[in-house]
Every structure is written in C-alpha cells, then in structure tokens.
C-alpha cells in the first residue's frame, strides 16, 4: 500500500509539474502578446498626435504636404520617431505624402494626400 501512494504521490508530482510548466508558458505567451499590443499602440498612438497636430496647423500656400508644415508636426513629438519627410526636387513639399512614425521598434504610416487628407495605418511607409 505505502508503494502505491508513493507512485501515485510522484504521479501527481509529475502532473503537477507539467501543469506548472504549462501554465507558466501560457503567461509568457500572454505578457509577450501584452508587449507587443503596447508597443504597436504606441506607434499608432504617436501617429495620431502627428496627424492631429497636421490637421490643427494653419496652412500655408503649400497645404499640409508643405516641408515646415510637416517638420512643425514633427515637432511635437520625440526627437527620431519621424522618419521619411523628404524634399529632393526642392519645391517645398514632401515628396511621396508618406511619413513613417518609430516608436518601440514599432512603426505606423501616415499618408498625406496631395487634396490635404491625412490617413494613419499600422504598418510602415517603407
């Protein structure tokens, strides 16, 4: 009898163990998925304050795909979040509309159209 409940006692031991690993597991899995929610929200969030901040400005001749208007709105947020605001053929406005915003190891797109509007998407411009 003593040897049955030993075997059922490490029985249980071993089950439990399993369990624990298991369980353990799970909440890693859980917090990396919480991690990576933050840190996409994050991106997204400070690609909203970008686009707020284009669509409060006052605008220029040159509409919110102007350089200062952009770079005004970049501004606002962290040095090295925004990425993308280019001017090559020196007219004065941004290039391709598109400017990536890095926050976390994470990027959002905003999307600047030539009529004005202005999109956020989670992935990145480029």
Do not use: Y
């Amino acid at each position: 009898m003593v040897t049955a409940i030993t075997i059922a006692a490490l029985s249980v031991a071993a089950c439990s163990d399993a369990t624990r690993d298991k369980a353990e597991n799970a909440v890693d899995s859980a917090g990396n998925d919480i991690t990576d929610v933050v840190n996409d929200s994050a991106a997204r969030a400070q690609a909203e304050t970008f686009r707020g901040s284009l669509v409060a400005q006052e605008l220029d001749g040159t509409g919110r795909r102007g350089i200062d208007t952009l770079t005004d709105a970049a501004d606002d947020l962290p040095d090295g979040t925004v990425v993308g605001i280019e001017d090559a053929d020196h007219d004065g406005l941004d290039d391709d509309g598109l400017v990536q915003i890095e926050s976390n190891d994470r990027s959002a797109c905003v999307h600047v159209a030539a009529s004005g509007d202005v999109t956020v998407t989670d992935d990145a411009c480029f």
